[in-house]
């Protein structure tokens, strides 16, 4: 079973700063990780995978790196609804069963 | 557009049962999975299990083999979630996701509530 270490757990952040959320594999899963964002009250939704691939609609300033086993969600020029709980979730094994604990983000 | 339209909010006491609805629509039903996917009220995201809509092949998270039942109608576009006694401990938002080999659109939840 991979497990899947998001840290921070909580990140407080400026308007308009920069943010950088990290996930860490127990095991090595290539590029087969997505991100979701969950605002409040709303359900998730994706805004990558491949590790790297924004999803339809997801603006540029949202954007995901690395492979293996560390990954990096960076969000820059924070905007206010940009402030919600981010989760990443590996998908190398079917079914895709694994999350993050999940990075809460919140204004500084 | 791809949309999951889930079933209202539910309020049942304990040893009751209970069957959540998911709907979808704007693609080709039978050629997703469905998945359903626990979210205990300030707690994280819980993989419950998932249903390839075309054949009914259904695979569960051991933690909830047993505990729930996953089917799905593909005359109606329709999955299911479902309880035969519900426990209090089984209170929390309930969503549905289409998945292929990740989860790319989301309903929009159902939150079940169950108390004496």
């Known amino acids: 079973e991979i497990l899947m270490t998001q840290s921070p757990a909580t990140l407080s952040v400026s308007l308009g700063d920069r943010a950088t959320l990290s996930c860490r594999a127990s095991?090595?899963?290539?590029?087969?990780l997505a991100w979701y964002q969950q605002r409040r009250g709303q359900a998730p939704r994706l805004l990558i995978y491949g590790a790297s691939t924004r999803a339809a609609g997801i603006a540029a300033r949202f954007s995901g790196s690395g492979s293996g086993t560390e990954f990096t969600l960076t969000i820059n020029n924070l905007q206010s609804e940009d402030f919600a709980v981010y989760y990443c979730q590996p998908y190398n094994e079917w079914p895709p069963e694994t999350f993050g604990q999940g990075t809460r983000l919140e204004i500084k | 557009e791809v949309q999951l339209v889930q079933s209202g909010a539910e309020v049942k006491k304990p040893g009751e049962s209970l069957k959540i609805s998911c709907k979808g629509s704007?693609?080709?039903?039978?050629?997703?999975?469905i998945a359903w996917v626990r979210q205990v009220p300030g707690r994280g995201l819980e993989w419950m299990g998932t249903?390839?809509?075309?054949?009914?092949?259904?695979r569960y998270s051991p933690a909830f083999q047993g505990q729930v039942t996953i089917s799905v109608d593909k005359s109606i576009k329709t999955a299911y979630l479902q309880w035969s006694s519900l426990k209090a401990s089984d209170s929390a938002m309930y969503y549905c996701?289409?998945?292929?080999?990740?989860?790319?659109?989301w309903g929009q939840g159902s939150l079940v509530t169950v108390s004496s």
């Open positions: 996701a289409r998945h292929g080999s990740y989860i790319d659109f």
């Open positions: 704007g693609y080709t039903f039978t050629s997703y999975w």
């Open positions: 249903i390839y809509a075309d054949d009914s092949d259904t």
């Open positions: 095991q090595s899963i290539g590029s087969n």
